[in-house]
């Protein structure tokens, strides 16, 4: 069956079954030994994530190898690579549902999930990068306090703040606002009487009446509408912590859509790095189908595609600009101590995301999920780019130092992919990973019941 034919769920589906296969995972009482392997495993690495922090706050942020000139390193590259992961779920969310894409149906829900845990481990790096957080992270924030101190907001750290605490307001809002149909469905259908307890207080009592579906559609646009905003001007205002600079290679025009593009590729491939192993684990199959991985792998190429002409206009700005300073900076990403990095990259986000032109390689789900993992890390890479040989190499040749990241932040970052596994994985075991109720409006039964 040609992709284009193929429904956004199989057949052989009823209201039923849809409901059953959905809801069985977190209404049963029996945990799967692979569920419980992974999680073990993403527990060490959180437990990483706590040793590494709680020793940082002991000794201070010496103890990684931010230096002079690299005071932005493996904290900043990591802020903004966990900030783009959680692009995808925004985007399948708000600005697929106002465009009633209904294939986004079957992921819109754990992409959300990705979103979230993304955000929360994304503010972990701005947080301790401050040295003493306890005493200076909240003057991020601006309050009436007595010694009349505010934010300084032509700083764009302080956009920083502001941007992504928004997002995740927003994203937690219309996560939860989502789930509350299918949390009523989990209170009617659960035996235990602590879990009819916890998903009938979740549900905030939804009866499913005319009333509640009216305000349910209104909330959901909404927050749609404020989410689609949020897609282009999170990560925006991220490339305004670089743009806004005079630092070579980081003033230039193109950070703010260079910035998305490389979000939304990012993101995606993290959605499908989830999705295929989720579906076969779970044989969710027949929900999340070939059209799904189908579809999303052609937003992977279209940004991709994007993100390599961001590229190409990184080294035609620095020919062009005819400053000595801005051809020395690309000079010495692509032949000076950190070339491999940059050449890596380019293999990765430029020639190898050419695969996706072929539909035997966006069919295969095992080659597209080691793609997938490959763009995360190419992602990275690229982050590792933009900010350590800009700095390393600084206007005076007397300030130029070597950057080297030390085993701390290695810890740290392993630890916030363990905490950010595990979160997804408690997610998938207790909440329904796929919308019970959207997928049933793609029924044929569906379709039937309204004409009536």
Not at 47 to 67: F, R, T
Not at 361 to 372: K, Y
Request: aromatic share 16%.
């Amino acid at each position: 069956m040609a992709l284009q034919e193929t429904p956004v769920i199989l057949p052989g589906h009823d209201f039923e079954t849809v409901t059953e296969t959905i809801a069985e995972i977190p209404l049963s009482r029996r945990f799967p030994l692979g569920w419980i392997g992974i999680i073990l495993v993403a527990l060490a690495g959180a437990g990483l994530l706590q040793m590494a922090l709680g020793y940082l706050v002991l000794k201070g942020i010496g103890l990684w190898g931010n230096n002079a000139p690299v005071g932005w390193a493996f904290d900043i590259i990591n802020f903004v690579w966990w900030i783009g992961i959680g692009h995808a779920g925004t985007l399948i969310s708000a600005i697929l549902l106002l465009f009633k894409q209904q294939w986004r149906m079957s992921i819109s829900r754990f992409a959300e999930a990705m979103t979230i845990f993304a955000v929360i481990c994304a503010a972990i790096f701005p947080i301790f990068h401050t040295g003493r957080p306890w005493l200076a992270a909240y003057w991020l924030f601006p309050y009436p306090n007595t010694m009349g101190l505010w934010p300084q907001f032509k700083s764009p750290l302080i956009w920083d703040v502001f941007a992504v605490s928004t997002y995740a307001t927003v994203s937690v809002v219309f996560w939860y606002v989502g789930l509350i149909p299918d949390f009523a469905t989990m209170r009617d259908r659960a035996v235990s009487r602590v879990k009819a307890i916890v998903f009938g207080t979740l549900s905030l009592g939804w009866r499913g009446s005319a009333r509640h579906w009216h305000r349910y559609e209104v909330a959901t646009l909404i927050l749609a509408g404020l989410s689609t905003p949020l897609v282009l001007s999170v990560h925006t205002v991220v490339s305004f912590d670089f743009a806004v600079s005079v630092i070579p290679g980081w003033h230039a025009t193109i950070f703010p859509p260079y910035f998305v593009a490389g979000a939304i590729y990012s993101g995606f491939a993290m959605v499908l790095s989830l999705a295929i192993p989720v579906r076969r684990f779970y044989g969710m199959e027949s929900l999340i189908t070939m059209r799904h991985i189908d579809n999303m792998a052609k937003i992977m190429l279209a940004t991709g595609l994007m993100v390599g002409y961001g590229y190409a206009m990184e080294a035609f700005f620095a020919w062009y600009s005819a400053s000595p300073h801005e051809r020395f900076m690309m000079w010495n990403r692509m032949f000076g101590p950190y070339a491999w990095s940059y050449w890596a990259l380019i293999s990765i986000n430029v020639v190898m995301i050419q695969l996706l032109w072929f539909k035997r390689v966006r069919t295969n789900t095992t080659l597209l999920f080691v793609m997938s993992l490959f763009v995360n890390v190419g992602m990275w890479l690229e982050r590792f780019v933009i900010i350590v040989t800009s700095l390393n190499r600084d206007f005076v040749p007397s300030s130029w130092g070597m950057y080297y990241p030390t085993r701390w932040d290695f810890m740290t970052f392993f630890g916030t992919i363990g905490l950010f596994l595990t979160l997804f994985l408690l997610f998938l075991r207790f909440v329904p990973m796929i919308s019970i109720f959207e997928v049933k409006t793609l029924l044929p039964q569906a379709k039937v019941k309204a004409e009536h």
